[in-house]
């Protein structure tokens, strides 16, 4: 959808920007050279101006062209909104945000086919990324950059904690980039559940401490360390992830992973909410839209519902 949106986008830019070029530069000089001639061709001395009406159909295309080119440019090379439509970034976004996205952070790339024109830069861990999504590329998914090309990453279902070890060579190999946790602490969210390792649940519900919901469960939410990026994570007290569901690469043990060159692994932090490179591997590297810097707008709802209130509150960049 969203790659039909730019196609669209920039047939019509291109339509219109003709019609203003050839009304600039052909139409408008020709009309106002014929209404020259029709004056001095008039024998009754009149000094009347005359004039050619420009149609209307130019008249809206060259109005719209700069309207067009500058949302074009915009939303190509700077930046795009987007909307997020599922929980599995909770609690750094929640259902209801709309982000912008830094296009030009990965580097200036064609909007139809997403080849780099001008690299500008890679994603770090700890980035909130935008990328299309390896098994669909018509879908836009949003997580947390955990691996970068090299990197070994390990993954413990019981204890919900990372490891990341870089590629390396000699004695460097026995050292990992430093991924803390702090303490698991009661959440401000209650979830009915879905399905494993799917982003579909019946709902995410901000409750006060010690208010409960049919159903529901209260998460749990720690602090993780990765590197220098701190985030918060949400977690499900007592669920494991089914390992069967994972995604197993060739000559690897279960739940662990090594980052193929031109390859990033992705995790959200809604750790068993999210699907995510567990369970469909990696995200090549021209799959990279940008990177989230931004919430603009926050509404108050669940996925598949109706908004019911505005969150003004969370205005503001993205950790």
Known sequence: MANMFALVLALATLVTGIVWCFERFKWAPARKARAEAALSAQQDGSTGVVTIKQPGWIETCASVFPVLALVFFVRSFVYEPFQIPSG???????????????????GIKDPITQTTLIPTGNPRR?????????ENPRLDYIKRVIGLPGDRISYDPLSKQVTVRPACEGSACD???AVTYSNLDASDFVQ???????????GFYALPLGEEKPGGVRMGVRQETLGDVSHRILVVPGSQDQLGMYYQQSHQPLATWVVPNG???MMGDNRDNSADSRFWGFVPEKNL??????IWMSFEKQEGEWPTGVRLSRIGRIH
């Open 263 to 265: 390859h990033y692994f």
């Open 126 to 134: 700890g980035d909130v990324a935008v990328f299309k999504y390896p």
């Open 289 to 294: 839209v940008g990177r989230a810097t931004a």
């Open 175 to 177: 050292s990992a980039v």
């Open 192 to 202: 009915t559940f879905g399905r494993p390792g799917s982003e579909s649940s019946s």
């Open 88 to 106: 599995s970034m909770m609690p750094t976004l929640l259902i209801g945000d709309f982000i912008l996205v830094e296009k030009f952070a990965y």
